[in-house]
């Protein structure tokens, strides 16, 4: 009988058994997912299950500054227990504003003495967008602005990954006026950094990334936007379940219309997956597998995670796009569905003689075809 992978790391996976209080099976089976979320060769498995087995976790500042909380939010309210046990046992975190009990002078020295303690070999984890405008001074911790933390923490950190849209690239907070001149953790340190983004982003990213750079000694391979590629390298439509619809022409027009009900494509109603990558549409969301993801529900993706679209573009405007253009067999997709034209309003008119009621029915019509100006290219992706 061949060796299961994880006979070598026996006695670690029982010392994680203990810590976790999970069976070696689901032990495994986290391993081989992380492996599979990561895009790694058959075999990888292992020695992520010889990182993770470790006792040696490697310590994890997590700073907090313009958000929501909603990262954190979404790693730890996971439904499957297993996963905030693991996110909380595979990393030590050593500063969370939101989750440490310290509070105050205590909390700065226990950043400070993590830092010393770990010289080089800390990870350092920043949450939410940092405001630069008037010298940084609408976010500031024990007296110092989120600007001066972030570069203090940064010059020391063996990683710097930016978890959220906010810390990516200003997310939320940098809409247009941007009045707090909310920036991303890049721009600030003025050198590329991992990013995570999503308002909020899966925390199987956030986890994978982490088991990455335990099991590797490096972060995963990024592209030009330091997101990794392993769950942002393909944009959502390429892999949403509704795609045969959109391809096939049927669009839900408008919430609760008959389209929507039966689960048509949601482009017509805004859905930016065309233009934005993630693995929402592969991976889910809240830990209960599959279809449970914004388009799934019912709601168009609104590009939470694409700099440019998310937060920039109207949520209802169409998207642009990205690399694909629908065969010319196939229905248009911007074509004018729902239109009635002023020729056949006016023979309405004549024969029904309810001049007011049609012309209130034009006006709706008119209101539902997609008369709406092509989206902004995304210049960064
Ligand atoms: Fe919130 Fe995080 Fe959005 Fe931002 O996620 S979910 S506002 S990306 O920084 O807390
Ligand atoms: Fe899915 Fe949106 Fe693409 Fe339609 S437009 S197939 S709903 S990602
Ligand atoms: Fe955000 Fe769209 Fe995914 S809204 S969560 S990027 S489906």
Redesign the pocket.
Known sequence: MSAHPFDHVESSAAAVEARLGISRREFSQFCAATATTLGLAAGSESAIAQAVAKAQRPSVIWLHY?????????LLRAEHPTLEKLILDTISLDYHETLMAAAGHQAEAARKQSMKDNKGKYVLVV???IPTKDNGIYCKVGGHTAVDIVKECAADAAAVIA??????WG???STDPNPTGASGVAKVLGKPVVTI?????NPYNFLATVVHFLAFGKLPEVDKLGRPLFAYGRIIHEHCERRAHFDAGRFALEFGDEGHRKGHCLYKLGCKGPETYANCSTIGFGDVGESNWPVACGHPCIG?SEQGVGFAKPIHATAKLVGMSPPAGYPKVVEEQGKTSFAAAAALVAIAGAAAGASAMLTKNLGKSTGEAPATPNKDA
Request: aromatic residues 0%; charged residues 10%; negative net charge.
């Open positions: 313009q958000e929501c909380t909603g990262c954190s939010e979404s949450e939410g967008a978890i959220g849209s906010c810390a990516s997310g939320m907070p983004p999503g308002c909020p982003p939470c």
